[in-house]
């Protein structure tokens, strides 16, 4: 992942981009097997055959978790971005080697 860096600060989107993507991805590590296992237990444990309404909520349980990562994600990545440029607006933040 390349970040972008204006006269050696972290531009915004450059903190965006990290910010989300880490989320998304480490969310999703822990989540997704979660909503997974859920269904799965679901389905196992009360031996039922699923069909209409109900078999719609398993699916969408699958379905929406992704995206529901994805607008955390992209929430908290424009908040954390929204706050470091207020932040950059007071005080430099400079990345150095080392």
């Known amino acids: ?27 999703g590590l822990l989540v997704l097997p979660i909503v997974l296992l859920m269904t799965l237990l679901s389905l196992v444990v ?12 398993m699916v969408g349980r699958i379905v929406l978790t992704p ?17 470091v440029w207020l932040y950059q607006k007071r005080r430099p933040i400079r990345l150095v080697e080392g």
């Open 1 to 27: 992942m390349d970040l972008k860096t204006r006269n050696g600060t972290l531009s915004p989107g450059g903190v965006f981009k990290l910010v989300a993507v880490g989320f998304f991805i480490g969310a």
């Open 46 to 57: 009360l031996g039922e055959v699923w069909q209409g309404y109900d078999l719609l909520v």
């Open 67 to 83: 995206i529901i990562l994805a607008a955390e994600a992209i929430l908290l990545g424009g908040l954390t971005a929204l706050g």
